[in-house]
């Protein structure tokens, strides 16, 4: 076979549209409930796990900022609203400066719990057929 666009494609070589899925976590004695979608492992996981070995980002969170999308595919975290909580919104919706002139966030991470629900799911999608484990 040549490497070819059209090839490609009808091999499959492109990741699909994302997985929906179901999470359930606790956060103290509050349990949640939530549909998360899941992009199978693409290019954006592998430049992601590069970024993570020369430590120009937590691995961790880029494989979940890389896998957790919306139902179009569309990126929903960056691995800094993982690691550092989101981006502070002004009443006019834009972000607000630091000092330094960067975005302010809440200054907390994601919940553990969350974060290993999270990664469960990511890799039911990118590993089926292994069986589950509960995430309390």
């Not at 076979?1 to 929906?20: H, Q, R, Y």
């Not at 800094?80 to 502070?88: A, C, L, Q, Y």
């Not at 919706?93 to 469960?120: E, F, S, Y």
Request: proline share 5%.
């Amino acid at each position: 076979m040549k490497l070819t666009l059209e090839n490609l494609k009808e091999a499959g070589a492109f990741t699909g549209a994302p997985v929906e899925k179901e999470i359930t976590w606790k956060q103290g004695e509050t349990e949640y409930t939530a549909t998360v979608y899941v992009r199978p492992l693409s290019y954006q996981a592998a430049v992601n796990d590069l970024r993570a070995i020369y430590g120009k980002t937590d691995g961790v969170a880029g494989r979940i900022a890389a896998s957790i999308c919306d139902e179009h595919g569309k990126q929903v975290f960056t691995a800094e609203d993982i690691t550092d909580g989101p981006i502070v919104k002004g009443e006019d919706g834009k972000p607000m400066l630091g000092g330094d002139g960067l975005p302010q966030r809440t200054g907390g991470a994601l919940d553990g719990n969350l974060t290993m629900a999270l990664l469960q799911v990511i890799g039911e999608v990118n590993n089926p057929g292994k069986p589950k484990t509960s995430a309390s």
